[in-house]
């Protein structure tokens, strides 16, 4: 759907919104195909589910990818914007070490892991900044362009390289560690790359050694690869947070009914409030890239030589003006799990995203960070974006009318919505591990 489509759809959708009946009219997805999912090896799984919540992956070696993507919250880590490096502690508990600060938030709210195994999820990241593309010689087009190493088994696989090399997220700041001297240097794949510094420190542990043998069919004189760190995390990953099996599953599968608040708010989502417009197929998301005029909070993602706090969404990836300010549409399994909301985490209770969702430019006259579940540090700015051009911009964007819901609308979603909860997901089926072959705490 184009972009001036997707406006014109939504006016409409949005002129009036009653509460209904389930009708004939009521479009609803196909049940989801699991023979779409990626077929995941047992023993690569468990090797994965070490590596996930080993530190010895970060520069550092005190920050894992559990550490901003824990079970105990949804798969996100609880807070609107995250502290990597520089941060000590867990969740909404997380605060900035006394040391050794960080340098600054990562400025877009750490998404779900959910279902991403499944052919459908081609695009990751907030902008889509990698995804599937065939014409590549590595099947991928990611920031890295062809210097990127080939032989990532998965674009999800492909994704886990990212935090890794982000100085604020994994790699720890300029010059603290052989890692993030590396990242700086421009050094990743190769002799003295950074992919093969974290490699080298997993090659010397008898337990990780073993179990890479085994799941790579390694011989003797075979080096660990990053791609097969990534390929593991990956297959971990796939296994772990598959969610399929909602209450919403099973009503499309036709082995139970929902109950009715449930039924009114599925009703409202592919019907009178045009949801679906973006939130469609099986996993509610169109994976396309649309402007919502969400409130900017936050340092914003840019360069590090820019001084605004815009995030400019889509358009940092293409260039293209329609692009704008444009984010992709997030799937809402599990999404009452996943709080807080939106890109930058703005809003911790769903209802209150759900109505600045859908009145964004009342949503701006009203913000208060108090929304957020940020810890605030002395040197955060969590207002609103002040600079009013560049909320005008942001807002002209928007190809809908404010249209507020009633609280009726309001709860009957938050049903619907509820009933997308997988509980099997929700906790995981390997769990967090005891310990980790380097030794490292675990976050638990």
Known sequence: MTRSAFGLGMAAAMISLPLAAVGPDVNLPAPIDPSEYRAVDPALASLGQLLFYDPILSGNR???????????????????LSLGEGGVGLGP??????DNRPEERIPRHAPALFNLGHADFTTL????????????????????????EAGFASLLSAQTMFPVLSPDEMAGHYSENEISRAVRMGLITGDDGAWDLLTDRLEVIPAYRAAFVQAFDLAPDDHIRFTQVSDAIAAFME???RADNSPFDRYLRGELPLDAAAMTGM???????????????????DHDFHATGLVQFGPGKRARFQDHRED??????????????AFRTPSLRNVIETAPYGHTGAYAELRDFLQAHRTPRAAWDMYDPALTTTPV??????????????????????????????EAELAA??????????????????????DVPSGLPVDR
């Open 413 to 434: 979603l938050t049903a619907f919505l509820a009933a997308l909860t997988d509980p099997q997901s929700i906790t995981g089926r390997l769990g967090v591990p005891e």
């Open 267 to 285: 009703t409202l989502f592919y019907g009178a409030a045009g949801c679906s417009a973006c939130h469609s197929g099986a996993f509610q998301t």
């Open 239 to 241: 296994l772990e947070w």
């Open 377 to 406: 540090l002395e040197e955060d700015t969590f207002a609103p974006l002040a600079d009013l051009a560049a909320r005008d911009a942001i807002l002209a964007q928007v190809p809908f009318p404010d249209q507020p819901l009633t």
């Open 62 to 80: 005190n920050i894992s990818c559990g550490t901003c993507h824990h079970p105990n919250f949804g798969t996100g880590d609880g807070v609107s």
């Open 125 to 148: 990241f907030h902008d889509g900044r990698i995804e599937v593309d065939p014409t590549r010689p590595s099947g991928l087009r990611t920031p890295m362009g062809t210097e990127m």
């Open 312 to 325: 400019r969404g889509r358009f940092g990836v293409t260039g293209a003006p329609e692009d704008l300010y």
């Open 93 to 98: 508990d997380r605060v900035a070490s006394t």
